[in-house]
């Protein structure tokens, strides 16, 4: 339900945007939030973006550099990520709670299988 896409190898100081396909999730009832996890690392939950409002909140590590929105209609939710560095490096995962952002992961019920981002020189 859904399914994380557009992570990938890229430079420090690059870009990429992932996207979460949400295809049975009403967004204007669903925060979706993204979560990232790193090798060897506990899954940190670095943004959110809420139902009604669709205002994105973002953990420290993030905040500045990446940004995420949503396309309601399309059932879309989209972490554009910019200025990437080493320790961005991990799986970038997208969850769906009903309507309002968690900080804990246990509040989200559906999961995406992640996808890969890796930065590297």
């Known amino acids: 339900q859904l399914v994380e896409s557009g992570g990938g190898l890229v430079q420090p100081g690059g870009s990429l945007r992932l996207s979460c396909a949400t295809s049975a999730f009403d967004l204007k009832y669903t925060a979706i939030a993204w979560f990232r996890q790193a090798p060897a690392k506990d899954r940190e939950q670095i943004s959110c973006i809420l139902g009604q409002s669709g205002r994105g909140n973002y953990s420290d590590s993030v905040a500045g550099r990446f940004t995420t929105s949503k396309d309601s209609a399309k059932k879309m939710v989209y972490l554009q990520m910019n200025d990437l560095k080493i320790e961005d490096t991990g799986v970038y995962y997208c969850?769906?709670?009903?309507?309002?952002?968690?900080?804990?992961?246990?509040?989200?019920?559906?999961w995406g299988r992640g996808t890969q981002v890796t930065v590297s020189p």
């Open positions: 969850a769906a709670a009903p309507g309002y952002c968690y900080s804990d992961p246990r509040k989200y019920g559906f």
